[in-house]
Every structure is written in structure tokens, then in C-alpha cells.
Antibody
Framework: QVQLHGSGPGLLKPSETLSLTCTVS?????????WGWIRQPPGKGLEWIGS???????YNNPSLKSRVAISVDTSRNQFSLNLSPVTAADTAVYYC???????????WGQGTLVTVSS | EIVLTQSPGTLSLSPGERATLSCRAS???????LAWYQQRPGLAPRLLIY???NRATGIPDRFSGSGSGTDFTLTINRLEPEDFAVYHC?????????FGQGTKLEIK
């Protein structure tokens, strides 16, 4: 059974760095899937943040591009998100996810609520 | 950048009825890369349909997808109580993913 578990601080101050890690179990992160981050502000829709593929190539949302860094650690079967600097507008539930472009985002983590507040 | 517009924003129906949800792209897209998700309150989205019309594993056959070009549709026949949720469409294009704003399906 494939499981994704996201972890990281739930409360940040403006200008700090959001760092989240997703641990994948039951599936090798080296396989030909993309691994990405998607967020959902309270009461709003889903926003794709960015992703990394099995080669380590990253693709980010142009609206966030300069603030986002996504990396993969194949030895730990994990991938990570850094977003900096954060503002209140970055308050959201952050989901880690995995899938393929032709078969959809089939694997989802449980979601991590990140609140940015002074 | 392609924009996905879902309609209606909210759809009010009764159990047993049929729901028709729309996802319109701002330009013609490949049907290979259009997916639909269901999201129940407090939970992560769940893949329903990929490649416009292919049901994901374990998805009942009352869910179906269709469309091409700029217009795509998710149809849910014989609504069950557990189907009342928010539905999102998603597109993969040029190494990026885009979501529509979602349609809330509520009980009338």
C-alpha cells in the first residue's frame, strides 16, 4: 500500500521559510512518476506549487517560481518543499502528491496545515 | 498559461439524480492530460477520472468523463449521499499542472 506522509512546522511568521518533507512508503520514488506539492487556502481551490520527476528535474508554478525550491532524496524515499519568504497569503493546507501526467495524481498525502501569522 | 474554468460553482441536486459538471479550458488541450478529482470535507482529493474518460481504480461506473478540445464534462449518474463533495478538474500542459476552481455538489 502506497502512503505519503507530509511533515513540517504548522506555524510560521512572515518572511520565514516554509519547509515541508514528504515521506513515501510502499513505492520507490525512483520510478517514473512525478512527486509534487499542491496547496489549498482555507475555503478555496487547489493550486499546484511544483513537482520533481524521477530524474530530479523540477517544474514550478510560474506565479511562485522565484520562491519555490523542490528537491528529492532518493536514499530516504523523500521529497521536500521550501517556500521563502512566506506571507499570510501562503496560509493553506499543503498536500504532497504523486502521479503521472497521463494517469493523474493518484497518490496524496494527508495534508499539512501551515499558518503564517505574526 | 491555460486557465480552467469550472461551472457551475455550486450544483444543488437530490440523491438519485444525475449531475453534470463542466470544465472549460481557455485554449484547446490534449484530452490525454485532463483529470477529475473528488474532495470530501477535511480530506485530500481523490482521483476519479484520468485521460478525460478513464475511471481510476475502485471508482464506481456511475462516474464518467467525456470531452475534447476545450470542453470537458464529469457526469455522475444516480447520485449517492457520499457523492456530495467538491469536484476539481486538472490539466497537465507544458510540464505544469493547473486546476479549475472547483464545483461544489450539494444536497438539495
Amino acid at each position: 500500500q502506497v502512503q505519503l506522509h507530509g511533515s513540517g512546522p504548522g506555524l510560521l511568521k512572515p518572511s520565514e521559510t516554509l519547509s515541508l518533507t514528504c515521506t513515501v512508503s510502499g513505492f520507490s520514488i525512483r520510478l517514473d512518476y512525478y512527486w509534487g506539492w499542491i496547496r489549498q487556502p482555507p475555503g478555496k481551490g487547489l493550486e499546484w506549487i511544483g513537482s520533481v520527476d524521477h530524474t530530479g528535474s523540477t517544474y514550478n508554478n510560474p506565479s511562485l517560481k522565484s520562491r519555490v525550491a523542490i528537491s528529492v532524496d532518493t536514499s530516504r524515499n523523500q521529497f521536500s518543499l521550501n517556500l521563502s519568504p512566506v506571507t499570510a497569503a501562503d496560509t493553506a493546507v499543503y498536500y504532497c502528491a504523486g502521479g503521472k501526467s497521463v494517469s493523474g495524481t493518484v497518490y496524496w498525502g494527508q495534508g499539512t496545515l501551515v499558518t503564517v501569522s505574526s | 498559461e491555460i486557465v480552467l474554468t469550472q461551472s457551475p460553482g455550486t450544483l444543488s441536486l437530490s440523491p438519485g439524480e444525475r449531475a453534470t459538471l463542466s470544465c472549460r479550458a481557455s485554449q484547446s488541450v490534449s484530452s490525454r492530460y485532463l483529470a477529475w478529482y473528488q474532495q470530501r470535507p477535511g480530506l485530500a482529493p481523490r482521483l476519479l477520472i484520468y485521460g478525460t474518460s478513464n475511471r481510476a481504480t475502485g471508482i464506481p461506473d456511475r462516474f464518467s468523463g467525456s470531452g475534447s478540445g476545450t470542453d470537458f464534462t464529469l457526469t455522475i449518474n444516480r447520485l449517492e449521499p457520499e457523492d456530495f463533495a467538491v469536484y476539481h478538474c486538472q490539466l497537465y500542459d507544458d510540464s505544469a499542472y493547473t486546476f479549475g476552481q472547483g464545483t461544489k455538489l450539494e444536497i438539495k
